[in-house]
């Protein structure tokens, strides 16, 4: 679709985004202003950041914590004139998804091209995209959930487990066919545990069914117009919540760089060439990301009795195949978390102490994740086999190579302690060898993110 084909956003949408940009608390403006230093960089160390994934890390101000500050990761450093031509695009997208949807119901964001700095004095200001997020009191209902969907295709073992599931899922939902509608509608939340409680929801409750019918409808109006696929992988991007008796929903940052012809081009290439998710960015979430992003869509239209949202996205069976089997372009970290997010420790162990004599990188990410899914299982009452397996996951976090980023030091010391105490409730003793962690901080994977939901970097 050529940018001249684009509906322009009427002046009363345009009007209500600049209303809502002016009614917060502090205006975008004054709060950058207050963040920026004297040479015209926003110096970072002096925010505190709060997560990071796979295309922005977030930070906050102590001082203005009703605003977040975004940084665009790949924007880092790259030429302005690039970044420029990006800026504009992600405006242009964001407007048509303001006409659509309704500016009420997006989180508005504002973003513009910035030199960013660390803490350390050699460290050069660099440009980036940084865009200005208000904290939204959506995210405060005691009654919501994410939209968020599971890349199936990033999880052997389910697709192991699901094969015949997986398969008429597929047909199903992303091509023509559709005598195995009553079928896949019943079981797509196996693929997808979290669809389960929605599924029972949109059969119960009127008022979801409602905004979930908005929010496909809106959807399918969006990409009918853009050509943009939405990002419905990042945790709350698209949040469903109780406001009052009623359920509504916001979008947050749902635009990225996905559409529907990238997706159908790379969906081809994998048939010659599955290596090619390994070569860019670019090439990873259409692969991984796209197909259950719209296997999801296309499995909830179905549940309430609309058409699909996104129809012309087709997979052969050739292609879906060749999808079954593209973990295996992902390497041995993500057999690795995937047995231990399937609760198979023991087999997570043996498999991560391999990949350990021939590891050629230090893997941080590796490790705390591993340790804290472990401790979660634990947490949750799940069994240990032995003291020996407590230990060993314990060892794996207390590494003195390990350099955790500080957002997540909290969460690692917690699991630490907790190894601690439950190896003192089985043996009677305290291992006070194992009570802290290095505290080192620079940057690395999230460590709370499934691998199957990082991008890569």
């Known amino acids: 679709m050529t940018h001249q084909n684009r509906k322009i956003p009427s002046s009363s949408t345009l009007w209500v985004v600049k209303k809502i940009q002016t009614d917060l608390k502090i205006a975008v403006d004054l709060f950058l202003t207050k963040i920026t230093d004297f040479d015209g960089s926003i110096d970072l160390s002096s925010l505190k950041k709060i997560a990071g994934g796979g295309t922005h890390d977030v930070f906050q101000s102590e001082k203005h914590p ?13 030429d302005k004139d690039e970044l420029s031509v990006h800026l504009q695009f992600h405006e242009d997208q964001c407007k048509i998804l303001y006409e659509t949807f309704n500016p009420s119901r997006c989180i508005i964001e504002n973003r513009s091209i910035r ?49 015949h599931l997986y398969q008429r899922a597929n047909k199903a939902l ?3 066919e559709t005598k195995d509608d009553f079928y896949v509608i019943k079981n797509y939340p196996s693929l997808d545990e979290q669809f ?11 008022s979801l069914e409602k905004a979930m019918r908005e929010f496909l409808t809106s959807y399918k109006a969006f990409y009918k117009k853009s050509g943009a696929l939405l990002d419905t992988i990042g945790t709350d991007n698209v949040l469903f919540y109780k406001s009052g008796n009623d359920w509504q929903f916001k979008l947050g940052s749902v635009i990225k760089h996905d559409n529907g012809i990238l997706t159908k081009r790379t969906l081809e290439a994998i048939k010659k060439n599955p290596g090619i998710v390994n070569q860019s960015f670019e090439y990873f979430t259409p692969i991984y990301f796209m197909p259950a992003c ?6 909830c239209a179905k549940k309430i009795g609309i058409e699909k949202v996104i129809d012309d996205i087709i997979l052969d069976p050739h292609t879906i195949d060749i999808l079954a089997k593209m973990h295996e372009q992902r390497g041995k970290s993500l057999f690795i978390i995937n047995h231990a997010e399937h609760k198979q420790f023991a087999k997570a162990l043996e498999l991560f102490h391999q990949h350990e004599l021939e590891e050629k990188q230090y893997d941080t990410a590796l490790r705390g994740m591993l340790g804290t899914c472990y401790w979660k299982h634990i947490k949750e009452g799940g069994k240990a086999d032995s003291p020996e397996e407590i230990k060993s996951y314990l060892k794996i976090l207390c590494d003195s190579r390990n350099q955790f980023p500080d957002f997540v030091k909290t969460s690692v010391a917690e699991a630490i302690a907790g190894l601690n105490n439950t190896i003192n409730l089985m043996e009677g003793k305290l291992d006070n060898s194992l009570t802290s962690i290095e505290e080192k901080s620079e940057p690395t994977s999230l460590l709370k993110t499934p691998i199957s939901r990082i991008k890569p970097t």
Do not use: W, Y
């Open 66 to 78: 009703e605003l977040l500050l975004k940084v665009m990761k790949h924007s880092v450093g790259k």
């Open 115 to 163: 030199l960013i700095k660390n803490a350390s004095a050699d460290d050069q200001s660099q440009v980036a995209i940084v865009s200005v997020v208000p904290f939204d009191s959506c995210f405060e209902s005691k009654e919501k959930f994410g939209f968020n969907v599971k890349p199936t295709e990033l999880d052997p073992l389910l697709i192991k487990s699901k094969k």
């Open 174 to 176: 992303l091509s023509k």
């Open 196 to 206: 389960k409680k929605i599924f029972e929801l949109l059969e119960t409750d009127a």
């Open 294 to 299: 719209i296997r999801a869509l296309n499995a």
